[in-house]
């Protein structure tokens, strides 16, 4: 059984947002899944562009998400995977005969990756500023050498 932790990004009024890590029973994993699968009613899904990094005792994912708001973006951590869902709303609707070029993607978009090491889920952050999408998550530190008892 793993510990899953989902990271919402609050107030979008503000430049910096703070996060809060909900663990989820496994009854309210199955209402999320749900709710999930209706979010992505669209065709297509773009895939995200992400930056994956450490620095010092933290993984640090970036991703630019320009022109989304911190309500449309769920974050879920789930042992060494980290999951980003959303969508990015265009503000009016223009005619396909309208465009001279049209190379924006505009709709739902999704990536999910293995982190090549171990992290804490308890404790991860999410900031949206100017655009950008950072997530730091603890490093789980394990201990260099073990001394094994000879019988």
């Known amino acids: 059984m793993s510990f899953f932790s989902k990271i919402k ?3 979008p009024e503000q430049d910096q947002v703070e996060v809060k890590a909900d663990h989820a029973s496994e009854e ?5 899944s749900e ?11 773009g895939e995200l562009s992400v930056d994956v990094y450490e620095k010092n005792d933290n993984v640090i ?9 911190p309500d449309d973006i ?3 951590v789930d042992d060494d995977m980290v999951s980003i869902k959303g969508k990015r709303s265009q503000e009016e609707v223009i005619s396909k005969d309208n465009y001279f070029y049209q190379e924006c993607y505009w709709g739902s ?4 990756f293995k982190l090549p090491v171990e992290v804490r889920e308890e404790g991860a ?9 950072t997530i730091k998550l603890k490093k789980v530190k394990k201990p260099k050498s073990v ?5």
């Open 9 to 11: 990004i609050n107030k």
């Open 28 to 32: 309210s994993k199955d209402l999320d």
């Open 35 to 45: 709710k999930k699968l209706n979010w992505f009613e669209e065709e297509e899904v």
């Open 61 to 69: 994912v970036k991703s630019t998400v320009a022109g989304v708001k």
């Open 74 to 76: 769920e974050v879920v």
């Open 109 to 112: 978009f999704a990536r999910s």
């Open 125 to 133: 952050e999410a900031a949206l500023k100017n655009g950008v999408l």
């Open 147 to 151: 001394k094994v008892p000879v019988n």
